[in-house]
């Protein structure tokens, strides 16, 4: 097993539809070993609150292949509205560094490439 059960408050499953934009995706938020557990806390509390459509985390078994501790926060679609609202609430909870977006329609197809990173989105975050 290499994820832990997704959090989620409202039963979310990936959907997988024709292009990366229409399918569901997620954040992959890295924390280097062992330092999951205050991180984890945060985003875990935020998906029983409602405040995340979904999140899981790596299991010790994908650690030891990755090497480090991973945590995938999901959004309902991959257009660059939903993805940039659940990365603003990734940073308000105290999410921080780069982050990198993959829709699941590249996970489903075997593609490595991701579709976002934070970076494109920073400037938008700041408040004004």
């Known amino acids: 097993m290499l994820w832990f059960s997704t959090l989620s408050k409202t039963g979310f499953r990936s959907v997988i539809a024709d292009n990366d934009e229409a399918s569901s995706g997620?954040?992959?938020?890295?924390?280097?070993?062992p330092?999951?557990?205050l991180l984890w806390a945060e985003i875990e509390d935020?998906?029983?609150?409602?405040k995340l459509l979904a999140a899981k985390k790596s299991t010790h078994e994908l650690v030891r292949i990755i090497g480090h501790n991973l945590a995938c926060v999901y959004c309902a679609a991959s257009?660059?509205?939903?993805?940039?609202?659940t990365l603003r609430t990734l940073r308000e909870?105290?999410?921080?560094?780069?982050?990198q977006y993959k829709s699941d329609r590249a996970t489903f197809d075997g593609r490595d490439e991701y579709l976002y990173s934070s970076a494109d989105f920073e400037m938008a975050l700041k408040p004004v």
């Open 46 to 50: 935020a998906a029983v609150d409602g």
């Open 26 to 33: 997620k954040w992959l938020v890295p924390a280097p070993v």
């Open 35 to 37: 330092d999951i557990g």
């Open 93 to 99: 909870i105290g999410v921080d560094g780069e982050l």
């Open 79 to 85: 257009d660059a509205a939903t993805v940039a609202e």
